[in-house]
C-alpha cells in the first residue's frame, strides 16, 4: 500500500475544520513533499515526525513521500498535525493497518524520543470534530481531561507513538481521561472588603446586572481597584454555552489549567498599562492569538490607570466594545475572536494623584485636562457608567458594619440577568447592555415621553449623544430588573442618568 488517510483537526481562529492527512509513496529519490498552505511549524513536522518514527522502532520509507492536507485551500498552523502525518505515513508504508483509525480523529506533536506531546486548542478542536459527526478522539495525554468536556466523544490519550502503534496492530488499550476533579468552591475577594463607597458599590451593581461598561475616577486611595477586583465575584456563572467558548479561548492561548474543567467563573483580565495593541486586542505572526479582550469574554477586561496605556491601545478597544467580537487581519487569513467583555476603567484625576484630591494637587488646569484627555470621547461615549470617587471617611474606614458580601449582591444580580434574559430571549439577546438602540425606541419597549422628558432634553441640547442616549436606557432597565420592576420609571431614567453622567453623588 502506498497510499493513506488519518484525520485531524486545524484552527483558524477559535474555528475549528477537520482535515484530511493524507501521505504519499512512489519511487525516486528521498524526499518529502508537504502541500496545504502548511505554516513553518509544520514544515518542520518532517524533521520531528521522521525522528519519532525512527527513535520509536519504526522503519522510515525511504521513498519519495508527498504529504497533502485537505483541503487544501485552508492554511494550516502549529504541530497538532504530528502524530496524525507519522500514521499516515506508516500506514502508507504498509506498516500500520489503519482500520482502526478510520473516522477517528488524531492530534498531538511528537518529540524526537516518540513521545507525544499537548498541544494548544484541543477543546475547540474536538468540539469541531464532533459537529462534524466524528465521536471518537485520540488526544496527548496531558490534553485528556480538556478534551472530555466536550459531550458526546469518546477520548482516549496516548504519551508515546509506540502505544498508538501498539493499539493499531495488537489492540492494546489506550489511556483513559482522568476522572474529572470535583469543583471546588468559589474565592476570591469579596465585596465585603470594601470600605464605605456606597454609591460606587450601587454603580458596580448596576453594571453587573446590565453587562454595562464602567470608569471609576477618583483619588489614590478611594478604593477604584479593589471594586474592579471584585467585579467577577458578583456575576453569574457562565451557562454551558458560554463556558465552552470561554473555555477555547484560553485553551488556544494555552492558559487552560491542568484540571481540564470547562470555565465556568467569569474570567478577569487586568493588563499591565505598558500592553501594546497586539496585547490587548489580539495579534502575533502567523495565525494571531486572543489579545486580552479576547481572554476577558463574558468577564471582565480591567484598565488600572487608564490614562498611562498608550493611546493606540485605547482606542484599538473601540471597535471590540462596539460590536463584542474582534476581526485580525493577516497577509494569509483573517481570525476572529469572540470578545463581549465588561470593560472597567480606573483613572486618577490628574497625573501628581495628591491622596487628599484637589486641596493638595499641584497639577495646573490645563495638565488635569490633557492627562484625562487622553481617554478620549468616543471611548468614553461606550462607557455606561462613570463614576467619581470621594475618599473615605475615618468613620467608614473604622466602622464595624461591614458592606454587604458578594454574595448576596451576586444574588440579585442573577435575579435581575434572569428577567433580563426572560423579557429579551424573543429578540435573541441576554444581557441589557447588549441590545440595539432601535429596539428600545420602538414598542412595545419603548418607554412614555413623561418619563424620557429629561433624557431628550439633553440630547436636544447637544449634551448627550444619541449613543448615550441609548446606553441611559440601557441601563434604566438594568435598575427596573435590579429593582425588581417590570418596565423602567422617571425615578430609573434619571438614576441612569447620574451614573452616566456623574450627576448622582
Same mark, same amino acid.
Given at each position: 500500500m502506498s497510499y493513506a488517510r488519518v484525520l485531524c483537526v486545524g484552527?483558524?481562529?477559535?474555528?475549528?475544520?477537520?482535515?484530511?492527512?493524507?501521505?504519499?509513496?512512489?519511487?525516486?529519490?528521498?524526499?518529502?513533499?508537504?502541500?496545504?498552505?502548511?505554516?513553518?511549524?509544520?514544515?518542520?513536522?518532517?524533521?520531528?515526525?521522521?525522528?519519532?518514527?525512527? @527513535?520509536?522502532?519504526?522503519?522510515?520509507? @525511504?521513498?519519495? =513521500?508527498?504529504? @497533502?492536507?485537505?483541503?487544501?485551500?485552508?492554511?494550516?498552523?502549529?504541530?497538532?498535525?504530528?502524530?496524525?502525518?507519522?500514521?499516515?505515513?506508516?500506514?502508507?508504508?504498509?506498516?500500520?493497518?489503519?482500520?482502526?483509525?478510520?473516522?477517528?480523529? =488524531?492530534?498531538?506533536?511528537?518529540?524526537?524520543?516518540?513521545?507525544?506531546?499537548?498541544?494548544?486548542?484541543?477543546?475547540?478542536?474536538?468540539?469541531?470534530?464532533?459537529?462534524?459527526?466524528?465521536?471518537?478522539? =485520540?488526544?496527548?495525554?496531558? @490534553?485528556?481531561?480538556?478534551?472530555?468536556?466536550?459531550?458526546?466523544?469518546?477520548?482516549?490519550?496516548?504519551?508515546?507513538?509506540?502505544?498508538?502503534?501498539?493499539?493499531?496492530?495488537?489492540?492494546?488499550?489506550? =489511556?483513559?481521561?482522568?476522572?474529572?476533579?470535583?469543583?471546588s468552591p468559589p474565592t476570591g475577594p469579596d465585596l465585603a472588603d470594601v470600605a464605605g463607597q456606597g454609591y460606587a458599590r450601587r454603580a458596580l451593581e448596576v453594571a453587573a446586572a446590565g453587562g454595562h461598561h464602567v470608569a471609576l475616577l477618583g483619588p489614590p486611595g478611594t478604593g477604584k481597584t479593589m471594586l474592579a477586583e471584585r467585579l467577577p465575584s458578583i456575576l453569574p456563572e457562565l451557562d454551558d454555552e458560554s463556558a465552552l467558548e470561554v473555555t477555547a479561548l484560553h485553551s488556544i492561548a494555552g492558559l487552560l489549567p491542568p484540571s481540564g474543567r470547562l470555565l465556568r467563573r467569569p474570567p478577569f483580565q487586568a493588563p499591565h498599562h505598558t500592553a501594546t495593541v497586539p496585547a490587548l486586542v489580539g495579534g502575533g505572526s502567523g495565525l494571531a492569538r486572543p489579545g486580552a479582550v479576547s481572554l476577558a469574554h463574558r468577564g471582565v477586561l480591567f484598565l488600572d490607570e487608564a490614562p498611562e496605556f498608550s493611546k493606540t491601545a485605547l482606542e484599538a478597544l473601540r471597535q471590540p466594545l462596539e460590536h463584542g467580537r474582534v476581526q485580525l487581519a493577516r497577509a494569509r487569513g483573517g481570525t476572529e475572536y469572540p470578545a463581549r467583555t465588561q470593560l472597567v476603567l480606573a483613572a486618577n484625576p490628574c497625573p501628581c494623584a495628591r491622596p487628599a484630591g484637589d486641596t493638595a494637587c499641584e497639577c495646573s488646569p490645563l495638565t488635569r485636562r490633557r492627562y484625562l484627555g487622553r481617554l478620549s470621547g468616543p471611548l468614553l461615549d461606550r462607557i455606561d457608567v462613570q463614576v467619581t470617587m470621594l475618599p473615605v471617611r475615618a468613620a467608614e474606614l473604622m466602622g464595624a458594619d461591614a458592606g454587604e458580601s458578594s454574595a448576596v449582591v451576586a444574588a440579585r444580580v442573577a435575579t435581575a440577568r434572569s428577567a433580563a434574559a426572560e423579557r429579551w430571549a424573543t429578540v435573541g439577546h441576554r444581557l441589557n447592555a447588549e441590545l440595539p438602540g432601535p429596539l428600545l425606541r420602538r414598542p412595545p419597549f419603548r418607554l412614555p415621553p413623561r418619563d424620557t422628558a429629561e433624557l431628550r432634553g439633553r440630547l436636544d441640547t447637544g449634551s448627550l449623544s444619541a449613543r448615550g442616549f441609548d446606553r441611559i436606557i440601557r441601563m434604566a432597565w438594568s435598575i427596573a430588573d435590579l429593582d425588581g420592576r417590570v418596565r423602567p420609571d422617571r425615578e430609573d431614567v434619571r438614576e441612569a442618568i447620574g451614573l452616566r453622567t456623574g450627576e448622582g453623588l
Amino acid at each position: 500500500m502506498s497510499y493513506a488517510r488519518v484525520l485531524c483537526v486545524g484552527l483558524v481562529g477559535v474555528a475549528g475544520h477537520v482535515v484530511e492527512v493524507e501521505a504519499d509513496l512512489a519511487p525516486g529519490l528521498p524526499a518529502i513533499a508537504i502541500s496545504g498552505l502548511p505554516d513553518t511549524t509544520l514544515h518542520e513536522a518532517r524533521d520531528r515526525v521522521r525522528a519519532a518514527i525512527v @527513535n520509536s522502532g519504526q522503519k522510515w520509507p @525511504n521513498r519519495r =513521500i508527498t504529504l @497533502n492536507l485537505l483541503p487544501a485551500t485552508l492554511p494550516k498552523f502549529g504541530s497538532a498535525f504530528d502524530l496524525a502525518i507519522a500514521a499516515a505515513l506508516l500506514g502508507s508504508a504498509g506498516e500500520l493497518p489503519l482500520l482502526p483509525l478510520e473516522r477517528v480523529v =488524531i492530534l498531538g506533536e511528537l518529540g524526537l524520543d516518540g513521545t507525544v506531546r499537548p498541544v494548544r486548542g484541543v477543546l475547540p478542536m474536538v468540539a469541531a470534530a464532533a459537529r462534524a459527526g466524528l465521536d471518537r478522539v =485520540i488526544v496527548p495525554e496531558p @490534553n485528556a481531561a480538556e478534551a472530555a468536556a466536550i459531550p458526546g466523544v469518546r477520548v482516549r490519550a496516548v504519551d508515546t507513538l509506540h502505544r498508538l502503534v501498539a493499539f493499531v496492530r495488537e489492540g492494546s488499550p489506550l =489511556i483513559d481521561p482522568p476522572a474529572p476533579e470535583p469543583a471546588s468552591p468559589p474565592t476570591g475577594p469579596d465585596l465585603a472588603d470594601v470600605a464605605g463607597q456606597g454609591y460606587a458599590r450601587r454603580a458596580l451593581e448596576v453594571a453587573a446586572a446590565g453587562g454595562h461598561h464602567v470608569a471609576l475616577l477618583g483619588p489614590p486611595g478611594t478604593g477604584k481597584t479593589m471594586l474592579a477586583e471584585r467585579l467577577p465575584s458578583i456575576l453569574p456563572e457562565l451557562d454551558d454555552e458560554s463556558a465552552l467558548e470561554v473555555t477555547a479561548l484560553h485553551s488556544i492561548a494555552g492558559l487552560l489549567p491542568p484540571s481540564g474543567r470547562l470555565l465556568r467563573r467569569p474570567p478577569f483580565q487586568a493588563p499591565h498599562h505598558t500592553a501594546t495593541v497586539p496585547a490587548l486586542v489580539g495579534g502575533g505572526s502567523g495565525l494571531a492569538r486572543p489579545g486580552a479582550v479576547s481572554l476577558a469574554h463574558r468577564g471582565v477586561l480591567f484598565l488600572d490607570e487608564a490614562p498611562e496605556f498608550s493611546k493606540t491601545a485605547l482606542e484599538a478597544l473601540r471597535q471590540p466594545l462596539e460590536h463584542g467580537r474582534v476581526q485580525l487581519a493577516r497577509a494569509r487569513g483573517g481570525t476572529e475572536y469572540p470578545a463581549r467583555t465588561q470593560l472597567v476603567l480606573a483613572a486618577n484625576p490628574c497625573p501628581c494623584a495628591r491622596p487628599a484630591g484637589d486641596t493638595a494637587c499641584e497639577c495646573s488646569p490645563l495638565t488635569r485636562r490633557r492627562y484625562l484627555g487622553r481617554l478620549s470621547g468616543p471611548l468614553l461615549d461606550r462607557i455606561d457608567v462613570q463614576v467619581t470617587m470621594l475618599p473615605v471617611r475615618a468613620a467608614e474606614l473604622m466602622g464595624a458594619d461591614a458592606g454587604e458580601s458578594s454574595a448576596v449582591v451576586a444574588a440579585r444580580v442573577a435575579t435581575a440577568r434572569s428577567a433580563a434574559a426572560e423579557r429579551w430571549a424573543t429578540v435573541g439577546h441576554r444581557l441589557n447592555a447588549e441590545l440595539p438602540g432601535p429596539l428600545l425606541r420602538r414598542p412595545p419597549f419603548r418607554l412614555p415621553p413623561r418619563d424620557t422628558a429629561e433624557l431628550r432634553g439633553r440630547l436636544d441640547t447637544g449634551s448627550l449623544s444619541a449613543r448615550g442616549f441609548d446606553r441611559i436606557i440601557r441601563m434604566a432597565w438594568s435598575i427596573a430588573d435590579l429593582d425588581g420592576r417590570v418596565r423602567p420609571d422617571r425615578e430609573d431614567v434619571r438614576e441612569a442618568i447620574g451614573l452616566r453622567t456623574g450627576e448622582g453623588l
